[in-house]
């Protein structure tokens, strides 16, 4: 079993809301991450998660605020967001950040963001 | 990390071997090459990982070539389904934090 599952699939806030994107895996996964992808253009890395602390901020404004409650959540609180952020938010997993064997990054399907 | 150069766009016959080739000529010793696919749509699936030895498993064969400069992917039996965007990834390997960085890819159309 390599799932990740992310909720919701579709989200279209305004730029004054406040929403969240969530993120869960039951593998045992010690390590979560967020990804964006603007279409046509390949997945980029936002924030990383090792035992549940933040150990990447690849430099993200604000307004994007990551959470991980537990081993197995992660969540994306979206705050004050602007029509370019619209992207696919994509969740991934692995047992540890390392490359070593075994580490493998499983990714979930995505949530497609909107903001209007 | 390494950076990879991989062909904008090939196609393949359904049935037939896709072979996606990939340069990553800097690529260091300790650093793993990747390859992951996205079906249009969805988020990217791992297909397959290695370091100096080729790897096989149920989805796909990796080849690296014996100076590691350069891999090659092979689908035995292109599908429809394998239409995708595939990327080649080189990641760091060690003790420290592997960063998987994903380029343009490889639009694989498969037709009939």
């Known amino acids: 079993d390599t799932e990740v599952t992310q909720t919701p699939k579709h989200l279209v806030m305004g730029m004054t809301n406040k929403k969240s994107l969530k993120c869960e895996q039951h593998m045992g996964h010690r390590a979560m991450y967020w990804y964006k992808q603007k279409a046509k253009k390949p997945p980029e890395l936002m924030f990383v998660?090792?035992?549940?602390?933040?150990?990447i901020n690849e430099s993200v404004p604000s307004r994007f605020s990551p959470e991980c409650p537990n081993s197995s959540l992660l969540n994306l609180h979206l705050h004050a967001l602007q029509p370019e952020d619209s992207a696919l938010y994509l969740c991934?997993?692995?047992?540890?950040?390392?490359?070593?064997?075994?580490?493998?990054?499983?990714f979930g399907e995505g949530s497609w963001l909107t903001v209007v | 990390d390494a950076k990879t150069t991989q062909p904008t766009s090939m196609d393949c016959a359904e049935g037939r071997a896709a072979n996606l080739p990939c340069n990553h000529s800097?690529?260091?010793?300790?650093?793993?090459v990747y390859w992951y696919r996205q079906i249009h749509s969805q988020g990217p699936q791992y297909i397959i990982h290695g370091l100096k030895n080729n790897e096989t498993n149920e989805m796909a064969s990796l080849i690296i070539t014996e100076d590691r400069k350069s891999s090659t992917l092979i689908l035995p039996h292109a599908t429809l389904r394998d239409t995708a965007v595939y990327y080649c990834?080189?990641?760091?390997?060690?003790?420290?934090?592997?960063?998987?960085?994903f380029g343009q890819g490889t639009i694989l159309t498969v037709h009939p």
């Open positions: 991934a997993s692995s047992q540890g950040i390392t490359a070593a064997s075994g580490n493998t990054i499983y």
């Open positions: 998660y090792s035992y549940e602390k933040l150990s």
């Open positions: 990834i080189v990641r760091a390997g060690g003790t420290s934090y592997g960063k998987l960085t």
């Open positions: 800097t690529i260091s010793g300790n650093e793993y």
